[in-house]
């Protein structure tokens, strides 16, 4: 019996699970396919919310779906040298065969040398996010003392960047109501705050940040992390207690260790149909990625990208499988929506990420992608209902924005 093996549940893996599951039923070949997936825990992420200060609702346990679609979830850590020698070898010593694979492992943040010494955080991961809450909480107890403990770098200012530094003047303020001014700082080599966006979004991302207070040091590359001071440069300094490192994103180690092309992020090089081409047997879906849309623009690290390519890669995994015709990775539209904290949000259509909306309307956008787009919906057969590649209209499947 053929046994697709599907590394990563976030969310190129998860929806990858479930088309497959819907195709080889489709083909009514159901009871002839095992289907495992294997994460490094037995959670769904949802990362596009590790950001907020409530974290607790942003995952979800891989069973509630997986058992009841007879998919075997492994929980283990997929190690790092062989993922295409049609086996998966885990951290433990396991080794799982697969004829087809989806290898959908993600990204991870890419921090700069000169943090390497630690004592910074990140919202990249659950645990990440956790360990920064934590941190906020223990400065909150001791009654934010000193100018540092009062005052936060957060370094890139990319979307995810962007949505840390607005979100924190208020959720600061939530701790210690009481605490005299708290201080943040937004961080950015680049010479402009907003780049990539148009020019009108452009204005509102920075007039945002002035109303919010965020200290912006656009075109500032930080060259010493000592402590709790940073220093730029050219000499400025700024010292932090709660240094948050927002720097880009990698693709998983897994992609380096496989040949062939692959991109600046790492990403590995995929054909139409979302394969590696020197190992059709393997899929690559989400950040580890390298595919076109429809544009003919590299799809981005994100999750509006990720879904779908999980949803085809899980149905031409399956076609692979059986011998049937695969189907191209299409994906026409690109919208964003980038909280802006309380209240606020900015909505953009396009790849020239045109200003669609902002304030209340945006936010209510950004609100319903958070809570309901991108979460996988509970009831099971919703969710398979959205697990079929956006070819077919006929889903209703949204388009996603994020
Ligand atoms: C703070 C933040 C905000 C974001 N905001 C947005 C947004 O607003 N809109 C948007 O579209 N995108 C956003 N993104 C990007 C988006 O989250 C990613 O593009 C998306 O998660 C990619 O999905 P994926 O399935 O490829 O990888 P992931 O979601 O990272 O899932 C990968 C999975 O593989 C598992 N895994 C990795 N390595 C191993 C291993 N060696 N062994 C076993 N398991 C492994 C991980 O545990 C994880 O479950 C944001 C990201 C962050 C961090």
Request: glycine share 12%; hydrophobic share 45%.
């Amino acid at each position: 019996m053929p046994h697709l093996v599907i590394a990563g549940g976030g969310f190129a893996g998860f929806w990858g699970a479930l088309s497959a599951v819907r195709q080889v039923a489709e083909l009514g070949r159901r009871p002839e396919l095992r289907i495992t997936l294997v994460n490094r825990d037995a959670y769904h992420g949802i990362r596009p919310r590790f950001y907020e200060s409530e974290i607790a609702s942003a995952r979800a346990p891989l069973e509630h779906w997986l058992t009841p679609l007879g998919i075997r979830l492994v929980v283990g850590e997929i190690h790092k040298g062989q993922a295409v020698s049609r086996h998966l070898h885990l951290a433990d010593g396991r080794v799982i065969g697969y004829d087809a694979l989806i290898l959908a492992t993600g990204s991870h943040l890419s921090a700069p040398d000169v943090f390497g010494a630690g004592g910074v955080f990140d919202v990249d991961t659950y645990a990440g996010a956790g360990a920064l809450d934590r941190h906020l909480r223990t400065l909150a107890d001791g009654g934010f003392p000193t100018q540092a403990s009062r005052t936060v770098a957060v370094i890139g200012a990319g979307l995810t960047g962007l949505e840390v530094a607005t979100a924190l003047p208020g959720r600061l303020r939530a701790l210690a109501p009481e605490s005299p001014g708290f201080t943040v700082h937004l961080i950015d080599r680049a010479p402009e705050i907003g780049l990539g966006y148009e020019r009108k979004a452009r204005h509102y991302i920075r007039d945002r940040l002035r109303r919010l207070g965020v200290v912006v040091h656009a075109g500032q590359e930080v060259v010493r992390h000592e402590g709790c001071r940073l220093v730029l440069e050219g000499g400025a300094v700024v010292p932090a207690a709660t240094i948050i490192l927002a720097t880009g994103l990698r693709a998983s180690p897994l992609a380096s260790a496989v040949s062939g092309p692959r991109d600046a992020l790492g990403r590995l090089a995929v054909d139409g149909f979302l394969r590696l081409p020197e190992h059709p047997e393997v899929l690559a879906a989400g950040d580890v990625s390298w595919a076109r849309t429809e544009a003919n623009r590299s799809a981005l690290m994100s999750c509006q990208h990720a879904i779908p390519q999980g949803k085809f890669a899980g149905h031409n995994a399956v076609n692979f499988l059986f011998g049937r015709d695969l189907v191209p990775y299409a994906q026409p539209r690109y919208n964003t929506c980038l909280d802006l904290g309380p209240g606020d949000a900015l909505a953009t259509v396009g790849w020239e990420r045109r200003l669609k909306s902002i304030g209340p309307d945006a936010k209510a956008l950004k609100t319903e992608i958070l809570t309901r787009w991108i979460h996988p919906p509970v009831a099971l057969d919703e969710a398979l209902a959205l697990a079929w590649p956006p070819l077919d209209r006929r889903s209703g499947a949204p388009d996603l924005a994020g």
